[in-house]
């Protein structure tokens, strides 16, 4: 008889709600072992006895044959004594309060739920909330940690004996599924119109009746019909219509305030995609994914998709339905072509304010817009938004992080202290660090308004909770009117370190790279508060984590009238024409056509005087500037529209590149003068404007390679970080690398944080950790 052992294992990581204790219990039935399994606030425990060779190769497939949404970080091993249990148990979870569990982001309906939901005959069929172990809501709907169905949102329903009896069966897919549901036990929908009332849904379900599928084929008529509807989701609401019906679309552009900037797509599966974009395989990885991201996708031409969706873009934003509601909308039966190529599926929100996530907020805030509202009553604890990627060279790059991704942490490969890094104004996240881990949050907003600053707080106080993180030290950014920065100074208790917006660009291009030396780092973007108080935005560094120095930037020009200056381009260009042909303005210009002559003089004696003016080095700025002397863009009506329709402009294959000028004082300046000179000249000889749109990408491109070289030349560093929100240029980017390439820099992008200033909090929180650690 062989001897018994008893093994304690500890394991660390995303290992609650992906299936991991019934994956336990099946693997020790099989090697007969004995004893428990159980969830800790920081994973998962077991314990294990039986015959040696036994536990042995239990615990080499824990690690190996995990299911796959199972992350594991660390596992602890060690023996205890043996007490001759006879089976194997799954006991209710063990609270301890110490170290911080890691919280599955949500996740995608799997291909069995699918087949629940749409097979006529499944008890589930047509139900918008069928989930299973391997999939459904997570972050969304974790009040707090041990994960477990009392401490989630779907405490308020009561398992049916059915439901109830595939939870406690270990055989059962759905064995332990915290969010488990049926029609007969579960949330459901309802469809009400703007005024809240109940509208009527026919029973077109024969047999027995389906009031979810009912409400479901209700409002595709209603969207067919052309008909705007909100639709309560997983982190929050959309606004939906079909995405070919050009009035449509319009009509919901003008009801939301949206002005010009993009809507996301949603269509039934990939070859519905395919007609209106070009999906490449990397981004049908993405776009297939448990994450289920919005992709940026070209789009075709002479689609059918309108062309309200995305004006002046040639990319689309699409996503695949990620729960069984989205999918739904486009059929019950799978042999059915999808109702819809795609549909809008915008963020349920006005201008710029949070998405909404409580009925009772969708009704008031967004009566104006929806024709109807579809409601259900699982609540949204957590909200969040639809993240963004695009795929560059192959690797999924994230926009914008949130749904899918977050809380999911980044392992920094040693500890920090604990830190709560604000982050920026614009896009913001924030970033909690504890242990070795990088908490981010997910993506917050323009933190511009109250509702934006509430919901900062709201999704604080629920990391901390579920991270059970206490920061000691808060990180800020140096601009002293961001309501972030002025949050940071209202904690009392908190060590408090200010943090440069472009150092903390490079920091978090370092640390999701795992990089801990001096770099180069290239940080260009709209808006960054500078040492100097001057704003920058077109830095180049020699930087490591406690330390930087700010050894080249575009030479300063002023912009006048504060914000004014963002969002009307015209006012950069002015400014730039003026600082390259000084008080002789060059003649013929679509920009003295297109803005009034009052103006244009009023802006010009404002410069001369230096009168409400502030000097600039914005990569950003100079985007605006040149799309407004193109004739391209003269206002915008949403951040970085003018230097979007600018990319959109250039044509590929363009040669050419325009003088500019090195100058050699402490920092170094780049002069773009001869550059804006020379475009005058080419758009005066009727040059095309693709071609000088294409020229002036191809000048930064080589100016950020000369600058680098020069640096490499008196710092022998080699290694260059590209961050900023300009570098989600794909024009630049890829000519950058190039012309980086041909120097032979070791080149460094982003891929799990977003370049713009959605990565800012995660640089704030590595530089903050770095300065309080060597007393800086
Ligand atoms: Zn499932
Ligand atoms: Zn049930």
Known sequence: MAICKRKRIEIRGVVQGVGFRPFVYHLALRYRLSGFVCNTPDGVMIEAEGADSALAEFSHCLTHDSPPLAEILDVVTCEVNPLQDTEFKILASLERPFES????????????????????????????????????????????????????????????????????????????????????????????????????????????????????????????????????????????????????????????????????????????????????????????????????????????????VAPANNTLGVMLPYTPLHALLFGDNPEDPPAFTALVMTSGNMSEEPIVTSNEDALRRLGSVADAFLLHN???????????????????????????????????????????????????????????????????????????????????????????????????????????????????????????????????????????????????????????????????????????????????????????????????????????????????????????????????????????TVATSSCGRLFDAVASILGLRHEINFEGQAAVELEMAAVAGTEGVYPFQLEFTEPWQVDVRPMIESIVRELQEREAVGAIAARFHNTLAVMIAEVCRELRRREMLNKVCLSGGTFQNMFLLERTLTALADYNFEVYLHERVPPNDGGISLGQAVIANAKVKKGV
């Not at 780092?521 to 040492?531: E, L």
Request: charged share 25%; hydrophobic share 35%; aromatic share 8%.
């Open 101 to 308: 569990v890691l919280v599955s982001p949500d996740v995608a309906t799997c291909d069995d739920c699918r087949r629940d939901f749409t097979h006529p005959a499944d008890r589930r069929f047509g139900y918008p909330f069928t989930n299973c172990t391997n999939c459904g809501p997570r972050y969304s709907l974790i009040e707090d940690v041990p994960y477990d169905r009392a401490r989630t949102t779907m405490r308020e329903f009561r398992m049916c004996a059915e439901c109830q009896a595939e939870y406690n069966n270990p055989g059962n897919r759905r064995f332990h599924a915290q969010p488990n549901a049926c029609p007969a036990c579960g949330p459901g929908v309802w469809l009400v119109d703007a005024a809240g009332v109940n509208l009527p849904t026919e029973t077109a379900s024969e047999g027995a009746t389906n009031p979810n599928l009912d409400v479901i084929r209700e409002v595709r008529r209603l969207l067919r019909q052309g008909k705007v509807v909100a639709i309560k989701g997983l982190g929050g609401f959309h606004l939906a219509c079909d995405a070919e019906n050009d009035g449509a679309v319009a009509r919901l552009r003008a009801l939301k305030r949206r002005s010009d900037k993009p809507f996301a797509l949603m269509s039934a599966d990939v070859s519905s995609i395919a007609r209106f974009c070009i999906v490449r395989e990397a981004e049908q990885k993405s776009l297939l994914s448990s994450r289920r991201p919005i992709v940026i996708l070209p789009r075709r031409p002479g689609t059918r998709i309108s062309s309200a």
């Open 378 to 612: 699982r609540r949204i604890h957590m909200r969040e938004d639809d993240s963004v990627v695009r795929v560059f060279q192959g690797k999924e790059r994230v926009l914008r992080r949130s749904r899918g991704y977050v809380p999911a942490v980044i392992d920094l490969g040693a500890p920090l202290a604990e830190i709560l890094a604000c982050g920026p104004e614009l896009k913001n996240t924030f970033c909690l660090t504890h242990d070795r881990h990088a908490i981010l949050s997910q993506h917050i907003g323009d933190l511009e308004n109250y509702e934006t600053l509430v919901f900062f707080e709201e999704t604080l106080a629920n990391l901390k909770r579920l991270f059970r993180v206490e920061p000691k030290v808060i990180a800020y950014d140096l601009h002293p009117r961001y309501l972030s920065t002025q949050y940071a100074f209202e904690q009392s208790g908190l060590r408090r370190v200010g943090v440069q917006h472009h150092h903390a660009h490079i920091a978090s291009c370092m640390a999701e790279n795992g990089l801990n030396e001096k770099v180069i780092g290239v940080a260009f973007d709209g808006t960054g508060y500078g040492t100097d108080g001057q704003i920058w935005g077109g830095e180049f560094l020699v930087a490591e984590f406690e330390h930087f120095e700010r050894r080249a930037h575009l030479r300063y020009f002023p912009l006048a009238g504060g914000d004014a200056a963002i969002r009307q381009p015209w006012r950069s260009a002015l400014s730039c024409l003026r600082e390259a042909f000084g008080s002789d303005l060059p003649d013929g210009l679509p920009l003295w056509n297109s803005v009034s002559k009052r103006e244009t003089a009023l802006v010009l004696k404002m410069l001369e005087k230096g009168i409400n």
